[in-house]
Structure formats: structure tokens, C-alpha cells
Nanobody, 113 residues
Framework: VQLQASGGGSVQAGGSLRLSCVAP????????VGWYRQAPGKQHEAISC????????SYADSVKGRFTISRDNAKNTVTLQMNSLKPEDTAVYYC???????WGQGTQVTVSS
């Protein structure tokens, strides 16, 4: 069973996007959940994570202060609000549990300068 990300698109630098993650068949409240991204030719990069109890969040230095992770266990969803986007944020974005399971559907984010 895989998590599915959506909400990507093409924006200009400085713009915002809100990504959503759904998990059919998985009760996300049992897991810490993270957002990851993969730029062309690079490995997956962990950019944000939230514990199952909402108590702990973490962000990569590259997105700290610009991205916000949130979750709604009642709706079984996780979101990533991305503000002040930069061209270097261009990548395919994925959500996944912690520990990782197989990668599901990602969503493309393209930021133009």
C-alpha cells in the first residue's frame, strides 16, 4: 500500500503551493509521516516530518521557514504548505511513512525564475 501525493504545479519564484497526501488502506495516525522530494538525477531528499502524535516536526534547512507540514488524522491526510518557492525547489514531491515503505505517486513541482 502506497501513499499518494497531489497538488503540484508550475509557479513563479515567490509563489505558493499546497500539497496533499492521502493513504488509502493505511491509518496514518499510527505513523510518523514525512515529505520528500527528488530532483532530476538526484536521490530522494527528506524535507519535513511530523510525528504521529503531532508533538514533533522537523524540516530540512533548505525549506525551514518556508514550508509547513500538517496532518489531520481524522481525515487521514497530510499536507505541505509551501511558500516563497524557489527554482531549486523544483522536484517531484512524495509523501511516505516513517519508516519508509515503497514510493507511491509523487507530484511535480516546477518553480520558474
Amino acid at each position: 500500500v502506497q501513499l499518494q501525493a497531489s497538488g503540484g504545479g508550475s509557479v513563479q519564484a515567490g509563489g505558493s503551493l499546497r500539497l496533499s497526501c492521502v493513504a488509502p488502506g493505511i491509518t496514518l495516525s499510527f505513523f510518523a509521516v514525512g515529505w520528500y522530494r527528488q530532483a532530476p538525477g538526484k536521490q530522494h531528499e527528506a524535507i519535513s516530518c511530523m510525528s504521529e502524535s503531532f508533538e514533533t516536526t522537523s524540516y530540512a534547512d533548505s525549506v525551514k521557514g518556508r514550508f509547513t507540514i500538517s496532518r489531520d488524522n481524522a481525515k487521514n491526510t497530510v499536507t505541505l504548505q509551501m511558500n516563497s518557492l524557489k527554482p531549486e525547489d523544483t522536484a517531484v514531491y512524495y509523501c511516505n511513512t516513517v519508516p519508509l515503505r515503497s514510493w507511491g505517486q509523487g507530484t511535480q513541482v516546477t518553480v520558474s525564475s
